[in-house]
């Protein structure tokens, strides 16, 4: 398999407090990671280091074989490649659906206008909401926005795909169209790095699932084995508060 990014000794401290502790972990390409823990954990921080938006205090991140941590390498490049989906929305409020989806194409990617809304309704299209281009977010649902939201990454067309807990802001109904998108682009074959709450996801989608906490990674595998076998006790008191097993 091709590594796509690897996390080598990752540490991440805000003042004297460690979040990240010496991570180690890797995506490879076409591979859908799911990243679960309890609040606090370090999910989100994590993530946010991946694509910088957070510096890290040590450690590599290797992207196509190179550290791009390493002064001399483009960050800028780098971030282009990474899709983030995060919480909130994040859309802009005074911009329609396909305006969303195009203006960090051009600004960007120096795509063209009728080329960059050529690729936006593509995505737009593949979470079903083509048919709401003109329309402004606070005329949207929760769901509908968050769909827009991954459209506007696919957009980007990049090589990994971030999802921060993209349901957590949702309302429960709602939950359910955007995790059928997620499920569809995952069985697409598109790489993915998802921190979620939501298990019945985690344990259907990923081919991997990385269980946190306290900032280091206690164990990872095969959902089948995390969910039905974790090896580690912790593992089996998170499971148990979040899915009363055990």
């Known amino acids: ?3 796509v990014i690897e996390i080598q000794h990752l540490r991440k401290s805000f ?6 502790k010496d991570i180690d972990f890797s995506v490879n390409k076409g591979e859908v990671v799911c990243i679960i823990g309890a609040s606090g954990s370090g999910k989100s921080t994590l993530l946010r280091c991946v694509n910088l ?18 002064d001399k390498h483009d960050i800028y490049m780098y971030r282009t490649r990474l899709g983030m989906v995060f919480q909130q929305f994040n859309l802009f409020n005074n911009h329609n659906v396909l ?10 990617l120096k795509r063209s206008k009728e080329e960059a809304e050529k690729v936006a309704l593509k995505y737009l299209s593949v979470v079903g909401m083509d048919a709401y ?27 990994v795909m971030l999802f921060d807990e993209p349901t957590s802001a949702l309302d429960p109904e709602m939950v359910g169209e955007v995790l059928k998108v997620m499920k569809e682009l995952a069985e697409s074959g598109l790489t993915m790095l998802v921190v979620t709450h939501e298990m019945g996801f985690a344990k ?4 991997r699932v990385v269980f946190m ?6 164990e990872e595998g095969h959902p089948e084995k995390i969910f039905n076998d974790p ?9 148990k508060r979040v899915l009363d097993k055990y």
């Open 213 to 218: 906490d306290n900032g280091v990674i206690v």
């Open 204 to 207: 259907e989608v990923a081919d």
């Open 133 to 159: 281009v003109n329309a402004k977010p606070r005329q949207l649902s929760g769901g509908q926005k968050q769909r827009v939201a991954i459209a506007r990454a696919l957009s980007m067309e990049p090589d």
């Open 53 to 70: 938006l957070e510096k890290p205090s040590g450690g590599e991140i290797i992207y196509n074989g190179e550290n791009i941590l390493d």
């Open 15 to 20: 003042g004297a407090n460690e979040v990240l």
């Open 99 to 108: 305006a969303n989806c195009t203006v960090g194409q051009m600004k960007v």
């Open 231 to 239: 090896s580690h006790e912790r593992t089996r008191e998170f499971l």
């Open 1 to 3: 398999m091709t590594k």
